[in-house]
Antibody, heavy 120, light 112 residues
Framework: QVQLQESGPGLVKPSGTLSLTCTVS?????????WSWVRQPPGKGLEWIGE???????NYNPSLKSRVIISVDRSKNQFSLTLTSVTAADTAVYFC?????????????WGQGTLVTVSS | DIVMTQSPDSLAVSLGERATINCESS????????????LAWYQQKPGQPPKVLFY???TRESGVPDRFSGSGSGTDFTLTISSLQAEDVAVYYC?????????FGQGTRVEI
């Protein structure tokens, strides 16, 4: 069973850079799958941040595109999120997610999520 | 972007009664070449990540009770809970994965 686990700082200063890593276990970061990041501000709904597929590149939410980079480290079976110039509006629980055979774009597997607070 | 709109925002249903959630997409999410609707439903309970209930609009994820059903095509979709149980209290989201950005509806809170 594929499992995902987010890791990274829980507190980031305004104007700083948010960096999170998702470690995939129980399976490999294959070139078929889309690996995604989703966030959820406290008490609010889900926002799709972006995705990466090793063979097909990246897609980002236009609202965040100028500040987001998603990358893969196949040797570590990890993928990462970098969000620059953060503000309080970026405070959220950040989830990583991945697809499954036959539905690679689906957010099938999820990490437990990690709360990132933007505050000085 | 494809805008996903759910209705209602919240609903209260008695135990054993039916709950119906609607989801409308601003553009069709039906891919004509394979006749599949790129629409998923998720259930999220407090403090937990979302869990897939349905994909391809009506394909039930393994382990999801059959009191849950998904239907619809094109731009209009429905999630139905035929007989609400206490453990079904949650927020439900639809999401299109037809094309990026893979947008979510705003969520529907289901309460007893």
């Amino acid at each position: 069973q594929v499992q995902l686990q987010e890791s990274g700082p829980g507190l980031v200063k305004p104007s700083g850079t948010l960096s999170l890593t998702c470690t995939v276990s129980g399976g490999s970061i294959s070139s078929d799958n889309w690996w995604s990041w989703v966030r959820q501000p406290p008490g609010k709904g889900l926002e799709w941040i972006g995705e990466i597929n090793q063979g097909r590149g990246t897609n980002y939410n236009p609202s965040l595109k100028s500040r987001v980079i998603i990358s893969v480290d196949r040797s570590k079976n990890q993928f990462s999120l970098t969000l620059t110039s953060v503000t309080a509006a970026d405070t959220a629980v950040y989830f990583c997610s991945g697809g499954t055979v036959g539905v690679w774009e689906l957010l099938h597997y999820w990490g437990q999520g990690t709360l990132v607070t933007v505050s000085s | 972007d494809i805008v996903m709109t759910q209705s209602p925002d919240s609903l209260a249903v008695s135990l054993g009664e039916r709950a119906t959630i609607n989801c409308e997409s601003s553009q069709s999410v039906l891919y004509s070449s394979n006749n599949k609707n790129y629409l998923a439903w998720y259930q999220q309970k407090p403090g937990q990540p979302p869990k897939v209930l349905f994909y391809w609009a009506s394909t039930r994820e393994s382990g999801v009770p059959d009191r849950f059903s998904g239907s619809g095509s094109g731009t209009d979709f429905t999630l139905t809970i035929s007989s609400l149980q206490a453990e079904d209290v949650a927020v439900y989201y639809c999401q299109q994965y037809y094309r990026p950005p893979r947008t979510f509806g705003q969520g529907t809170r289901v309460e007893i």
